[in-house]
């Protein structure tokens, strides 16, 4: 039993350290190439909403970020519940002013998500008819963007054989203690297994934190309906729209204060839908996860001292490794959260697993018993 462990956790140690290596790596964001895709680009930004005004300041700011960063040739597309209209159109008006260079659309609603399933999809159907761009960059509302995001996109895109470019993000701020979760996903979680994939070139898919793709294609390949039904329209649109390219500039994004309960939904539903849009990948994940067996073996054999030594070992190990990863990204883990942190090993072993139960997400309201739901309304011509 104990050499099983032992190859088991040099696995998971192996690629703890690879993925250390690799987020060290990416620290520092090459420049753009002179090469460079200088169609027309539209950046779309469907809100959630209606928003107070926490939520208001955080996705403006958000918002600002991206307005600053476009180029004579692009168009920043945001859409806002009806309700949402007065504070937007005055926050819109101050950015065309400090941002002249490029173009700043706002379009409001009142029921943006009647279209179909994925309320995100059912606002970016509502703003295509006012993208102006050849190349649509769909991201989600809550990212920010680094200075230069939109130069090195249309550089990433500008390679041979790319058919979309999606953006690798990490958290750099988590104020709350249960945005923790939000923060040790994305940094120690998804973001070193996203750089080794774009590493590898085995990029088979997309994140909603940004995918840049040429608008003709998406309406040669992708059907409104058929996107709008999918819980995971990045996962889909990056099969669709291949071949995948990571992007080479690293946005950030927020976590959302929810409390407990609404971070450990959010971080279920996280890896939920990876494991329904990925099945393979997911289940391959185990082979670096030797915290479950140290754990199963104390479960079977509670009076083993060899036990509890392997397990609290892995578990101090793997909580360093997400915190020197926090660290490396820009972030620092207070010592008031260290036993979150040592208890995060063993809560992301035991969700792997319980994936695989039939158990359903929430999303704005909304249950999802697997990654694909009818469209609630066809808008195709």
């Known amino acids: ?31 753009p190439s002179a090469t460079s895709d200088d169609r027309p680009l539209t950046i779309f930004k469907p809100l959630p909403g209606p928003l107070d005004d926490t939520e208001r300041q955080r996705l403006q700011e958000c918002l600002e970020s991206f307005a600053a960063d476009l180029d004579g040739s692009s168009q920043l597309l945001i859409g806002c519940h009806q309700a949402d209209h007065e504070a937007f159109s005055v926050f819109v008006d101050g950015l065309r002013e400090r941002y002249p260079a490029g173009s700043v659309t706002l379009v409001a609603d009142d029921a943006p998500s009647r279209l179909y399933a994925n309320p995100k999809v059912s606002w970016c ?15 989600d509302a809550d990212i920010v963007a680094p200075s230069g995001t939109v130069a090195s996109l249309r550089s990433d895109l500008a390679l041979p054989d790319v058919g979309l470019v999606t953006s690798p993000y990490v958290i750099r701020d ?29 990029m088979r898919f997309a994140f909603g934190s940004g995918m840049l793709f040429e608008a003709a294609r998406f309406r040669q390949l992708v ?28 946005v950030t994004t927020h976590p959302a204060s929810r409390g407990w309960v609404g971070s450990l939904s959010h971080y279920f539903r996280w890896h939920k839908t990876i494991r329904w849009v990925q099945p393979a990948a997911y289940a391959a994940q185990l082979l670096v996860l030797p915290v479950l067996g140290w754990f199963a073996w104390l479960v079977a054999r509670p009076a083993n001292p060899w036990a509890w030594v392997g397990l609290l070992s892995l578990l101090a190990f793997e909580a360093a490794a997400a915190a020197v990863s926090c660290r490396l990204v820009g972030t620092r883990i207070g010592a008031s959260r260290v036993p979150l942190v040592l208890g995060w090993p063993l809560l992301r072993a035991l969700t792997t697993v319980a994936c695989w139960l039939p158990w359903p997400i929430e999303w704005r309201g909304e249950k999802w018993w697997g990654p694909r739901k009818v469209a609630i309304r066809s808008t195709e011509a």
């Open 223 to 250: 059907a409104w309906d058929e996107v709008g039904s999918r819980l995971a329209d990045d996962h889909y649109l990056g099969r669709t729209l291949q071949p995948v390219h990571l992007g080479s500039m690293t």
């Open 125 to 139: 159907r509502i703003l295509a008819p006012h993208a102006i761009g050849d190349l649509w960059f769909w991201s």
């Open 1 to 31: 039993m104990l050499w099983v462990l032992g190859v088991w956790t040099a696995l998971g140690v192996l690629w703890r350290i690879a993925g250390l290596v690799l987020v060290a790596a990416a620290r520092r964001a090459p420049k």
């Open 174 to 202: 988590a104020v709350e203690a249960p945005e923790l979760l939000d923060q040790l996903f994305v940094n120690a979680e998804f973001y070193p297994g996203a750089l080794l994939t774009g590493r590898l070139g085995l």
